[in-house]
């Protein structure tokens, strides 16, 4: 059974760098073929892909956001993480870490978690 | 504006179909697989359809999936009031080397 869970501050500042933290089981990411990243959602808006990272250490980014984030996988823990820099009130959104499926399709989603962005 | 285009809303009976559309582009839905999602209010997003047509375990059959060049389509039929949610295809773009979503279609059984 995959689950997959997100952590980190529901609040930070303009300005500061948002943590989070995707902790997995059912998969390992050392398998030929697995892949997780992140999605967001801004309130009533649309799903943004954000960025993934794979078995082989593979990174894709979203080019918008390139310049601001990062990606990061211990498989010991089973966790991946994501670090976004210079957070804006625009990056007010639910944050969602996602298993990668067949035809790179997302098979498997965590509940998400808010982030806020506000002085 | 995502790169992915589907109506912002359709809406049909319950009992009766409805499809919706997703239109993309040479470097994404014309060469690589579309996937559905349904997210359904405050949760998060579900796989309905992957590579085009195919219906993951637990999906009802009632869900259905197609492609044709740069287009794909969901369909629903025997809409039931529990269906109402929002809709988003998705597909890997390979000019951008990401992926990519549409900007989601609400659907309203009415």
């Known amino acids: 059974q995959i689950t997959l869970k997100e952590s980190g501050p529901t609040l930070v500042k303009p300005t500061q760098t948002l943590t989070l933290t995707c902790t997995f089981s059912?998969?390992?990411?050392?398998?030929?073929?697995?892949?997780v990243g992140w999605i967001r959602q801004p309130p009533g808006k649309a799903l943004e892909w954000l960025i993934f990272i794979y078995w082989d250490d593979d990174e894709r980014y979203s080019p918008s956001l390139k310049n601001r984030l990062t990606i990061t996988k211990d498989t010991s823990k089973n966790q991946v993480v994501l670090t976004m820099t210079n957070m804006d009130p625009v990056d007010t959104a639910t944050y969602y870490c996602?298993?990668?499926?067949?035809?790179?399709?997302?098979?498997?989603w965590g509940q998400g978690t808010l982030v806020i962005v506000s002085s | 504006q995502s790169v992915l285009t589907q109506p912002p809303s359709v809406s049909a009976a319950p009992g009766q179909k409805v499809t919706i559309s997703c239109s993309g582009s040479s470097s994404n839905i014309a060469i690589n697989y579309v996937s559905w999602y349904q997210q359904l209010p405050g949760r998060a997003p579900k796989l309905l359809i992957y590579e085009n047509n195919k219906r993951p375990s637990g999906i009802p059959d009632r869900f259905s999936g197609s492609k044709s060049g740069t287009s794909a389509t969901l369909g629903i039929t025997g809409l039931q009031t529990g269906d109402e949610a929002d809709y988003y295809c998705g597909s890997w773009d390979k000019s951008l080397s990401a992926g990519v979503f549409g900007g989601g279609t609400k659907l309203t059984v009415l």
């Open positions: 059912g998969f390992s990411l050392i398998t030929r073929g697995v892949g």
């Open positions: 996602a298993h990668r499926g067949n035809g790179d399709s997302l098979d498997y």
